[in-house]
């Protein structure tokens, strides 16, 4: 499985440049490493003993702190296994390492010895600062999600249809839940999960007092998934409840949950200047599970889960995505990756023709000759002159990813 990130990963390799891969904890990263590791043995062949691999989540890499403790057990590694040619590092959670950017700028960069650098981290800071500007973009970022729908076909054995589709959005997209049985024990994996990245991720990291102010917000966000909404709300929010907080400290926790990629936001674009608007933006969480079993009430919005669904799928797929504002209408997404452009309105089902008006009659106000889609839940597939294409949700979001 994951064969989409392990094919694009295997076929940067054979460079100087350091292969980063970045996500979300529990989406697979580590999976992928060891794919990588496996191709390399059994179809180039390649001497186990070139192959260095630490994973700073393991106990027994505990001591590993810094960068000279990388330093120290590479050497340790090379000078007991002698590896002859070019040496595979591959270095799990990197972040957790201080100021890990030292020893692997310098082994990049080594004009003697030939390195394959693959990293991962749980954080998008991970390329800023020191190793940002020392690299001066001689990397590349693979950001790797949570299973998409045609991988959870793929993985169950089902074919595409409305009931696998239901199915899937009523789940998850982590790879762990694929082995859990119960309920009660994914519903146990999720709350583990949440607080591993709030407290670990969030709240250790950035030395956070206030770490149910930081759970509460993460809370208002999943209740919100779709909605409008912008930082003074969330505040005027709190207030409401007699809740002490300000602007900067809110704006902060938000941005720190989007660096652990558990959550995602979508800003406001004009159509007419294409500039980005202040204030108001959608927010979405990176997994629909923590939803979904954390808050069970939840699962009946099926409007906010419908969104969610196509703005992870189109972020999968490679897509930067906008909220398009024009004048007295707004539509869900524009989506861009490399040239191609495209603009999507997301409904749960469209029953009256008020209501076909209102979900096609954004689009069609956009007078350019980019493809638009209105997709739904609609068993039945409505046609219009303006040349919008109505597709199924199902078959849109599978396609997308394949």
Known sequence: MRHKYTNVIWHSLGNKLIKVIIGQRRTGKSYIVRQLINKLIT???????????????????????????LSEIIKLYESTYKPQGKVYLFIDEVQNI????????????????????????SNSKLLSGELATLLSGRYIVTEVFPFSYSEYCEIKELKNSKETFIQYISSSGLPEIFNLSSNDTIVHYFQSLKNTILLKDIMYRHKIRDYVLLE???LFLLHNVGNMTSIPSILKYFK????????????????????AYIIHEAPR??????????????????????????????????????????????????????????????????????????????????????????????????????????????????????????KHIWDYIYELTL
């Open 43 to 69: 179809e180039e062949k390649v001497n186990t003993k070139n192959i260095f691999y630490l994973n700073k989540e393991m106990f027994e890499f505990e001591n590993i702190q810094t960068a000279s403790d």
């Open 98 to 121: 201080s100021e890990w950017q030292k020893i692997i700028v310098s082994l990049a960069q080594h004009t003697v010895k030939e390195y394959e650098i693959v990293i991962t981290g």
């Open 216 to 218: 509460d917000i993460f």
């Open 240 to 259: 409401d409840k007699n809740r002490k907080s300000d602007y900067t400290t809110i704006s902060q926790y938000i941005s720190f949950m989007q660096d």
């Open 269 to 390: 674009m004009s159509i007419k200047t294409k500039e980005l608007l202040s204030g108001e933006r959608k927010y979405f969480v990176n997994d629909l599970g923590f939803r979904n079993y954390l808050y069970p009430s939840l699962i009946n919005d099926i409007g906010a889960i419908l969104e969610n669904v196509v703005y992870t799928h189109l972020r999968t797929a490679g897509y930067t995505i906008k909220l398009v504002v024009g004048k007295g209408y707004e539509v869900d997404f524009v989506a861009e990756k490399d040239n191609n452009k495209q603009y999507i309105q997301v409904s749960y089902v469209m029953p009256t023709s008020k209501t076909i008006e209102r979900e096609f009659g954004g689009l069609e106000k956009i007078k350019d000759n980019l493809p638009k889609y209105v997709i739904s839940m609609d068993d039945l597939l409505i046609r219009r002159e303006s040349g919008i294409v109505h």
